[in-house]
Every structure is written in structure tokens, then in C-alpha cells.
């Protein structure tokens, strides 16, 4: 199956919403280990209730064990690369200085 791609605004607003979330202490440590700076955003599926999606930030080692659980079918619906030095998040950091 493809995957979908958001629009341009969407793109923006999910790279703005993981930016802020980034930036809160709780995700500045891998969401698996005590690695800090994670640079990885995994993915959770809902459940099928209509509940929300989960997102955690994990470092590059904790990401693989994701991958490996997405190649298996569990709830794990994709594993992104992510880093806080965007521009955009540059941006937001200098605007709450």
C-alpha cells in the first residue's frame, strides 16, 4: 500500500505540533532507553475504537527494534527519522527566548 502524503499546510502543522513536542523535557530522553536527543519518531496505530495515534521519540537503536516490530504487523505504523535542529524548530526556539 502507498503511502499518503499530507498536503503542504498539513506537513507544516505536524512538523510545527513535533517541534513543540520535542522541546518538552519528558521527549528530550528516548522513550525505550536513557539515550538523549532521540532523533526517531515511532508511529502507533489507533485502536480500532476511534482512539488517538501515539507517537514516542526514540533514539536510533530503539528505532530499529521499532522497524522490526512495524515488519511483524503489531500497532507500530511507521518509523520516522526526526531532528529538533529544523529550521523550523530553530524558529520557535528563538520566538519563546
Request: a positive charge.
Amino acid at each position: 500500500m502507498a503511502e499518503m502524503i499530507p498536503d503542504l499546510s498539513t506537513q507544516f502543522l505536524l512538523v510545527d505540533q513535533l517541534c513543540k513536542l520535542s522541546m518538552k523535557e519528558l521527549n528530550m530522553t528516548c522513550a525505550e532507553c536513557p539515550q538523549r536527543k532521540p532523533e526517531w519518531v515511532s508511529f502507533i496505530r489507533p485502536p480500532v475504537d476511534g482512539g488517538k495515534a501515539l507517537g514516542a521519540f526514540v533514539c536510533q537503536k530503539c528505532a530499529g527494534h521499532h522497524r522490526k516490530l512495524l515488519r511483524e504487523g503489531t500497532s507500530v505504523s511507521a518509523v520516522k527519522r526526526w531532528t529538533s535542529n529544523s529550521v523550523i524548530c530553530k524558529q520557535k526556539r528563538a520566538e519563546s527566548a
